[in-house]
């Protein structure tokens, strides 16, 4: 083998790495939802919600957008929410569940959006 072939060699295997680092960063991103909810008008129905859903195991970070009528909940790695779950504590908050999806990482909502 001459040095050619060797350095080839080396660069198709940087970039196979490369290429299974990120695609094990993607997989491992922790799950991401939006939820719809019917009833948020304030900053105290902002606080409410996310009393009841920072109390749901495995929630990492919330961020509720009032003007949207929209909670991102972002898990915690290896946790994830189910529909009957954030219904109920959107129910126990006073609200109305109207929409649940998830979302890709970095998809969460940001403008106008109170972190928690």
């Known amino acids: 083998m ?3 072939t060797f350095t080839q060699r080396i660069q198709r295997m940087a970039i196979a790495l490369s290429l ?3 695609a094990t960063s993607v997989l491992a991103a922790p799950a991401t939802y939006r939820l719809h909810v019917d009833g948020l008008a304030c900053p105290f129905c902002a606080y409410g919600i996310e ?3 920072n109390a749901i195991e495995g929630v990492e970070l919330l961020e509720t957008n009032i003007k949207e009528g929209t909670v991102i909940v972002t898990m915690k790695d290896g946790a994830a ?3 009957a779950t954030a219904k109920k504590a959107v129910k126990e908050a006073g609200f109305t569940l109207n929409g649940f999806e998830r979302v890709a990482p ?3 909502q940001r403008d106008g959006a109170h972190k928690q």
């Open 2 to 4: 001459n040095f050619r």
């Open 20 to 22: 299974v680092l990120v």
């Open 51 to 53: 009393k009841k859903l």
């Open 81 to 83: 929410l189910d529909k």
């Open 106 to 108: 970095g998809d969460g």
